[in-house]
DNA sequence: ATGACAATCAGAGATTGA
């Protein structure tokens, strides 16, 4: 990670992402996770609300702006604020016939304004098939979105729920998602490719060490054999990068009432 | 080899997820 410590004259800004899996399902664990994490920022994704359902009053209560881009069922983002928003805008470019609310981004006006990209990429399986098909082209997309975050030479970050696997190191068994739409070599290339366009990995940037995982299927015991998988990412501008100070996964929110099958994952920046 | 688990919509069981 960065070894240069954070600006004295900034407030650490604390951004989290994290796959509530319904929001109805964690009425209870989302709200006792931000009182005790106290993130500045929550991206939040697999909401399963519309926007008119989503239990804002919670969370302004709290102090949060909230921002929703929901469908009725499934998939669904949002972001919840404690510093002001702006330029608000939902669902990934390129693509006006993609009714899948998996996007939105806003900017978050700190100290430093940073604009934040919240997103939930598809699945992908079976692969191959027509839902492989859709993430592959997804992620093209979002390429070319990270290409124009990019060239603005701002902080900025896309974060979220990446259904990817990027490397080996991230399974407790690997060999058990070879031919998975996670973990496929396709899927992987995909993410590389826009990695190397400059971003840091967050994660990556702050801890090498193997098995830690944000996700772990409900069944089995996966969680208590630390059967995982690392598929929650921040992908930081290096004008962001300059600013990280930690990144950090609270696996112990796995282990509460009731939980998502994904944890939250933080990053601080002196910002 | 299969199912195991959870959530949603709907009001049973199919669909989706990873």
């Not at 399986?125 to 098909?133: F, M, Q, S, T």
Request: proline content about 8%.
């Amino acid at each position: 990670m960065p070894r240069r410590p954070a600006r004295a004259t900034l407030t650490p800004m604390k951004i989290a992402t994290f796959n509530i899996n319904g929001i109805k399902a964690r009425i209870n664990a989302l709200p006792d996770w931000l009182d005790e994490a106290q993130p500045d920022v929550a991206l939040l994704q697999e909401i399963k609300s519309v926007d008119e359902a989503f239990p804002r009053e919670i969370f302004e209560d709290r102090g949060y702006q909230v921002e929703t881009h929901g469908q009725k069922g499934f998939n669904g983002v949002a972001i919840l604020s404690k510093l002001p928003l702006e330029d608000v805008t939902r669902g990934l470019p390129g693509d006006d016939t993609d009714e899948q609310a998996r996007w939105i981004e806003a900017t978050v006006m700190g100290e430093v304004p940073v604009r934040v990209c919240g997103l939930y990429l598809p699945n992908g399986n079976p692969a191959p098939g027509p839902k492989y098909d859709y993430k592959l082209s997804w992620m093209k997309r979002l390429e070319t979105r990270a290409n124009q975050l990019l060239s603005l030479e701002e902080p900025a970050l896309m974060a979220g729920d990446y259904n990817v696997i990027p490397s080996a190191i991230d399974a407790a068994r690997p060999d058990a998602w070879r031919d998975d739409a996670l973990f496929r070599p396709e899927t992987r290339e995909a993410f590389r490719r826009i990695v190397n366009l400059g971003f840091t990995e967050a994660f990556r940037a702050c801890n090498q060490l193997p098995e830690q995982y944000s996700f772990w299927d409900y069944q089995a015991g996966a969680f208590q054999r630390n059967d995982g998988i690392r598929i929650d990412h921040f992908l930081l501008t290096p004008q962001c990068a300059d600013l990280l100070t930690d990144c950090q996964i609270d696996a112990f929110a796995r282990a509460r009432e009731k939980p998502s099958d994904h944890v939250p994952v933080w990053v601080d920046l002196a910002a």
